[in-house]
């Protein structure tokens, strides 16, 4: 306890350089847990489950995918024969059929865009990354909304950034439904691919913050019926995503020996073959999609983090090194008194760790706190992701790296401290 409290007070007796020192490690811890933090969102994204979980099937030469809608009965069975019990059959699947329009048709823009998904409103909460396992209150918003959509043709749910846009594109001052979106109408006109195709929506729920933020999800009946109706307004041709408006199909499967026979059954069926498909987990294939990341992904894992790390060791050398040329004096009458060499490195260890661990933690709760708890999480739009939270072991990171880069940075001048000569310190002070 001396000891302890004899740390304490030395890093409180130069106050300012302990608050300098502090801040310097806050901000660059800050971008190390940053970092760490996005990085442990793609490593999660791309680790392949032991169990429950997901393949995508996608149409294997072309891109965007667009598959033909007779696909989708054989692939929600794995393409499992009726007359072969053995064959192995998914325990959940999902149609995306993919929609992008706009909210002013005569001045598209990037803010006025919205993406949006068709699909079978039973498996929104199902087979959607994110929608699984959701705390208690917004998984009640979420069953509701779904019951909404569910008994809605017109209906959609949106994400928040898009209620956003909505609300300063087309909102009024003092409209109610600014307050209370549900019920509110609008309409989305196709662009694209999608051209010709336009829908008159009601909002029947908002998704939660977060990974769908840039999402809607509305009735994939609407859209077929939308599709079938193109003709009588277009001299009789059909749409162009007429025949081939399954853009993915996701399949859950109990575990990997399944999902090798359902991959078996898909890619030997000659159901599938105009055009070909392919099957792939959905770890792998977020990583596909990452692969364009690659390198900056690879130089925010081995350049930046470490670069923050060693530069923040450097920064606590120098903090260290000032305050033992301070204090010879002080080390040499302490000497005197019979502090051992070790014990005088102790203490010069103990005050760069204390002041890093502290100003590490608070960096790296100050980050959780503000990010998850005030913004809301950060915009990140790579791949399936919207928006990433930082994860709760991060305060441990940040305790960890503020500790651990102070150990090392404090190593050399405690050294120095412990090499103190008490003769030569008094002969010059004499």
Same mark, same amino acid.
């Given at each position: 306890?001396?000891?302890?409290? @004899?740390?304490?007070?030395?890093?409180?007796?130069?106050?300012?350089?302990?608050?300098?020192?502090?801040?310097?490690?806050?901000?660059?811890?800050?971008?190390?847990? @940053?970092?760490?933090?996005?990085?442990? @969102?793609?490593?999660?994204?791309?680790?392949?489950?032991?169990?429950?979980?997901?393949?995508?099937?996608?149409?294997?030469?072309?891109?965007?995918?667009?598959?033909?809608?007779?696909?989708?009965?054989?692939?929600?069975?794995?393409?499992?024969?009726?007359? &072969?019990?053995?064959?192995?059959?998914?325990?959940?699947?999902?149609?995306?059929?993919?929609?992008?329009?706009?909210?002013?048709?005569?001045?598209?823009?990037?803010?006025?865009?919205?993406?949006?998904?068709?699909?079978?409103?039973?498996?929104?909460?199902?087979?959607?990354?994110?929608?699984?396992?959701?705390?208690?209150?917004?998984?009640?918003?979420?069953?509701?909304?779904?019951?909404?959509?569910?008994?809605?043709?017109?209906?959609?749910?949106?994400?928040?950034? &898009?209620?956003?846009?909505?609300?300063?594109?087309?909102?009024?001052?003092?409209?109610?439904?600014?307050?209370?979106?549900?019920?509110?109408?609008?309409?989305?006109?196709?662009?694209?691919?999608?051209?010709?195709?336009?829908?008159?929506?009601?909002?029947?729920?908002?998704?939660?913050?977060?990974?769908?933020?840039?999402?809607?999800?509305?009735?994939?009946?609407?859209? @077929?019926?939308?599709?079938?109706?193109?003709?009588?307004? &277009?001299?009789?041709?059909? &749409?162009?995503?007429?025949?081939?408006?399954?853009?993915?199909?996701?399949?859950?499967?109990?575990?990997?020996?399944?999902?090798?026979?359902?991959?078996?059954?898909?890619?030997?069926?000659?159901?599938?073959?105009?055009?070909?498909?392919?099957?792939?987990?959905?770890?792998?294939?977020?990583?596909?999609?990452?692969?364009?990341?690659?390198?900056?992904?690879?130089?925010?894992?081995?350049?930046?983090?470490?670069?923050?790390?060693?530069?923040?060791?450097?920064?606590?050398?120098?903090?260290?090194?000032?305050?033992?040329?301070?204090?010879?004096?002080?080390?040499?009458?302490?000497?005197?008194?019979?502090?051992?060499?070790?014990?005088?490195?102790?203490?010069?260890?103990?005050?760069?760790?204390?002041?890093?661990?502290?100003?590490?933690?608070?960096?790296?709760?100050?980050?959780?706190?503000?990010?998850?708890?005030?913004?809301?999480?950060?915009?990140?739009?790579?791949?399936?992701?919207?928006?990433?939270?930082?994860?709760?072991?991060?305060?441990?990171?940040?305790?960890?790296?503020?500790?651990?880069?102070?150990?090392?940075?404090?190593?050399?001048?405690?050294?120095?401290?412990?090499?103190?000569?008490?003769?030569?310190?008094?002969?010059?002070?004499?």
């Amino acid at each position: 306890m001396k000891y302890l409290l @004899l740390i304490f007070k030395n890093v409180g007796r130069n106050l300012l350089r302990s608050l300098l020192t502090a801040l310097g490690t806050m901000v660059l811890v800050l971008v190390v847990t @940053l970092v760490w933090s996005i990085l442990s @969102l793609i490593d999660k994204a791309t680790e392949e489950k032991s169990k429950d979980f997901k393949a995508i099937v996608t149409e294997r030469w072309s891109m965007p995918s667009r598959m033909p809608f007779k696909y989708e009965r054989a692939l929600a069975e794995g393409a499992a024969r009726e007359n &072969h019990p053995e064959d192995t059959r998914p325990t959940d699947s999902m149609a995306w059929r993919f929609f992008v329009g706009t909210l002013d048709n005569e001045n598209r823009s990037f803010r006025n865009t919205m993406f949006g998904l068709a699909c079978n409103p039973d498996k929104l909460l199902t087979m959607m990354d994110g929608l699984e396992n959701m705390p208690q209150n917004q998984e009640d918003e979420m069953r509701g909304a779904v019951a909404r959509l569910k008994s809605k043709r017109d209906g959609i749910i949106v994400g928040r950034d &898009h209620l956003k846009n909505l609300n300063a594109i087309i909102g009024n001052a003092g409209d109610s439904t600014l307050q209370n979106p549900i019920g509110r109408r609008f309409k989305l006109t196709g662009i694209a691919s999608f051209t010709g195709l336009d829908f008159e929506f009601e909002i029947v729920g908002i998704f939660p913050p977060g990974r769908y933020d840039n999402f809607t999800a509305f009735n994939q009946g609407y859209y @077929l019926d939308t599709i079938d109706a193109y003709p009588q307004s &277009h001299g009789k041709r059909p &749409h162009v995503l007429a025949d081939r408006n399954l853009s993915l199909f996701w399949l859950k499967v109990p575990n990997k020996d399944a999902y090798n026979r359902i991959v078996d059954q898909i890619t030997s069926s000659p159901e599938f073959k105009d055009p070909e498909v392919k099957i792939e987990t959905a770890s792998s294939g977020v990583g596909s999609f990452m692969e364009a990341y690659r390198d900056l992904l690879k130089g925010m894992r081995w350049l930046l983090a470490p670069a923050c790390i060693i530069t923040l060791a450097l920064v606590l050398a120098n903090a260290i090194s000032i305050s033992v040329r301070e204090r010879r004096t002080e080390l040499a009458v302490m000497k005197v008194l019979g502090f051992r060499p070790g014990q005088i490195v102790l203490l010069v260890l103990g005050e760069s760790v204390f002041l890093g661990l502290l100003a590490g933690l608070a960096s790296a709760g100050a980050t959780y706190a503000v990010i998850n708890w005030w913004l809301g999480g950060v915009k990140f739009p790579i791949a399936f992701f919207d928006s990433f939270f930082i994860p709760v072991n991060a305060i441990g990171w940040g305790a960890a790296v503020g500790a651990g880069a102070a150990l090392a940075g404090s190593l050399v001048p405690a050294w120095f401290a412990s090499r103190v000569k008490p003769a030569e310190v008094f002969a010059k002070v004499g």
